[in-house]
């Protein structure tokens, strides 16, 4: 793993980071040619758990698909560690367990427990001062100073743009290295944080296929002043997909032949996770 991504946010030009849920589509993310990876709290619990993101999704579990990830790959792994799974506490358990596994950037919301995807209708969130409580927690908990805090505000749906604008500023004054403000609901809003913010601190671009933020590209984002975009979910929502089609023509059809040039064959998916590689290390033993 390397953590460089504080040096890669001050460089000019928009990070894109793709959702993954796991060490196999972070492998995939990684050899498409992504400088980082965003590690989807959502997407671990649609693919891992069948559950929606309703703050089911422990602490453990999180870590756990973590470390597989980071044990993989080499680029950054930008981590969604939701309210921190409890007080100020929990959010330096988090940090620490989460920095151990491999994370370079940690994101933390100020929602209620139990939270819910920030596209969701009906969210809470909790005081402004006890968001900063546990953001001041998680910079202290930090072992190594590489590594981010991405603080999320969920307030715009709750307290309207002008107050989650302000809850940001708190979180930027608190130490926050970057700033998610979540389901911003048009142009004209994202226009407006990135005219509070932009030349300060990074500020992250959640692109949800079908949820409050209008979807605009990587560089349409560039070019209104945010630094990083994720496309958390998308990943998930495409393998749905396509594991859709491929699990309705092999009940039609009894065979994966009609399948086959949309598949990697046996060799192809072998090449892909380095079978060949640990096969000549073996035998180096
Ligand atoms: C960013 C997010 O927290 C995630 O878990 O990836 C979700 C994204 C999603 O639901 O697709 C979110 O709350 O926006």
Redesign the pocket.
């Known amino acids: 793993m390397q953590h460089d991504l504080r040096a890669r946010l001050a460089r000019p030009g928009i990070l894109l980071a793709p959702?993954v849920y796991d060490a196999f589509s972070a492998l995939i993310a990684e050899q498409a040619g992504f400088e980082a990876l965003y590690l989807?709290?959502?997407?671990i619990a649609y693919t891992r758990l069948g559950r929606s993101?309703v703050g089911l999704t422990t602490y453990t579990e999180v870590a756990d698909v973590l470390a597989r990830i980071a044990e993989r790959v080499r680029i950054p792994v930008i981590v969604?560690a939701d309210t921190g799974f409890g007080n100020a506490l929990n959010v330096m358990r988090t940090v620490r367990g989460f920095e151990a596994a491999g994370a370079a950037m940690i994101q933390l919301e100020d929602q209620t427990f139990p939270k819910r995807?920030?596209?969701l209708d009906g969210k809470g969130v909790v005081p402004a001062a006890e968001m900063v409580g546990k953001l001041r927690a998680a910079l202290d908990a930090r072992a190594r100073p590489s590594t981010l805090v991405l603080a999320r505000t969920d307030a715009v749906a709750v307290e309207g743009l002008e107050a989650a604008l302000d809850r940001a500023e708190q979180y930027l004054e608190a130490g926050a290295d970057a700033l998610f403000i979540?389901a911003l609901r048009t142009p004209e809003q994202m226009q407006a944080a990135c005219r509070r913010f932009a030349g300060r601190v990074p500020l992250l671009a959640?692109m949800?296929e079908g949820?409050k933020t209008p979807i605009q590209s990587a560089a349409q984002l560039q070019e209104h002043g945010f630094g990083i975009a994720?496309f958390?979910?998308g990943t998930a929502r495409a393998v749905a997909h396509t594991l859709r089609g491929y699990y309705a023509s092999l009940r039609e059809h009894g065979t994966t032949a009609p399948w086959r040039d949309a598949m990697l064959d046996f060799d192809a998916l072998n090449d892909l996770i380095g079978t060949p590689a640990l096969m000549a290390l073996g035998k180096k033993y």
């Open positions: 959702g989807s709290g959502a997407s993101d969604d995807c920030g596209h979540e959640n949800v949820g994720i958390p979910g």
